[in-house]
């Protein structure tokens, strides 16, 4: 079974950078696809951002790309969110997915295993 644990959500000025991380374990996931999603008050969960945990590729939503980057650690089994210039649109409970399948989707539906999510507000 799929455990994710993300954690390094916070307060933060707009302008301002987190780095979230999400800790994995129950599986070895290099067949597997990792992705980042979010989820604001009454607003339907987004994609953020999303690998192939065996490949080199990264998908970025357009209203996060030049600004977020996804990145993995593979002897820590974390994969990882770095938020720079953040804007108070990007306020959100964060969350990490993770698909047993290296094709990865911007889709929520597409990802079985999930995180219990961590905060993140940007302030104006």
């Known amino acids: 079974q799929v455990q994710l644990v993300e954690s390094g959500g916070g307060l933060v000025q707009a302008g301002g950078s987190l780095r979230l991380s999400c800790k994995a374990s129950g599986r070895t996931f290099s067949s597997y696809a990792m992705g980042w999603f979010r989820q604001a008050p009454g607003k339907e969960r987004e994609f953020v951002a999303t690998f192939s945990w065996s490949g080199a590729s990264t998908y970025y939503a357009e209203s996060v790309k030049g600004r977020f980057t996804i990145s993995k650690d593979n002897a820590k089994n974390t994969v990882y969110l770095q938020m720079n210039s953040l804007k108070p649109e990007d306020t959100a409970v964060y969350y990490c997915?993770?698909?047993?399948?290296?094709?990865?989707?911007?889709?929520?539906?597409?990802?079985?295993?999930w995180g219990q999510g961590t905060q993140v507000t940007v302030s104006s």
């Open positions: 997915a993770a698909r047993s399948n290296p094709t990865w989707y911007a889709s929520s539906r597409e990802y079985a295993s």
